[in-house]
């Protein structure tokens, strides 16, 4: 069966640092793989999803990339943090069609500091 | 583009109440999925239900059901006899088929407290 591993789990981070947070998916193999934000209170924001090794597209210009080093490895990174940084991420995957949803990670929530 | 409204930001009831959760949407095409999940405290969503624009007929789940209705755009979902444990953000999203690859879009998500 697949599963999807994320972490850290929580993260404490001060304003400047850099930051790198890594999403892992087993058992299954070429999957779509998507970046999410949750702010406070919020709804989901789409940050990054990548469709195959070194394929990553960004949906909102902002101070965080994505890479994708191997199949089923989705890091986000940053070089400097920013307060707005601060949210819940979570790393999701899902097989080729619409039909099948996302699998979410656990997520981790970032609090810059 | 598409779009998916969560008019309701928080709902509280008392435990065994039913509470409905509305969900409309927009979209241009004519295939397309509609999901709902469930965000509990700890913050993993929780896939709870997928339906296709072709199919209309309503679901039940023990106390969970949905009603989609494509002539008014909407997806909602019904608690029957709510529980603490159903305390909760839920999320409606729409999925489209594409280019080869699948994106959600998701609601803002509606708060829901159950209190004893």
Do not use: M
């Amino acid at each position: 069966s697949q599963t999807i591993h994320q972490w850290p789990a929580t993260l404490v981070q001060p304003v400047g640092s850099p930051l790198s947070l890594e999403c892992t998916v087993e058992g299954t193999s070429n999957p779509n793989l998507y970046w999410y934000r949750q702010a406070a209170g919020r709804g989901l924001q789409l940050l990054f999803y990548s469709v195959g090794i070194g394929q990553i597209s960004s949906e909102v210009p902002q101070n965080l990339s994505a890479s994708r080093p191997q199949d089923r490895q989705f890091i986000l990174s940053s070089k400097k943090l920013l307060l707005s940084d601060s949210g819940f991420y979570l790393c999701a995957w899902s097989q080729g069609g619409a039909d099948y949803g996302y699998t979410f990670g656990s997520g981790t929530r970032l609090t810059v500091v | 583009a598409q779009k998916v409204t969560q008019a309701q930001t928080e709902i509280s009831v008392v435990e065994k109440e039913d509470v409905t959760l509305d969900c409309v949407y927009e979209t241009r095409d004519t295939t397309y999925y509609l999901f709902w999940y469930k965000q509990p405290p700890s913050g993993e969503l929780v896939f709870l239900i997928r339906r296709n624009s072709f199919d209309e007929q309503n679901e039940i789940s023990g106390r969970y059901s949905w009603n989609f209705q494509k002539s008014t755009s909407s997806f909602n979902f019904t608690i029957t006899a709510s529980q603490v444990v159903d305390s909760a953000v839920y999320f409606c999203a729409l999925s489209e088929l594409g280019t080869g690859f699948q994106k959600l879009v998701f609601g803002t998500g509606t708060r829901l407290l159950v209190s004893p």
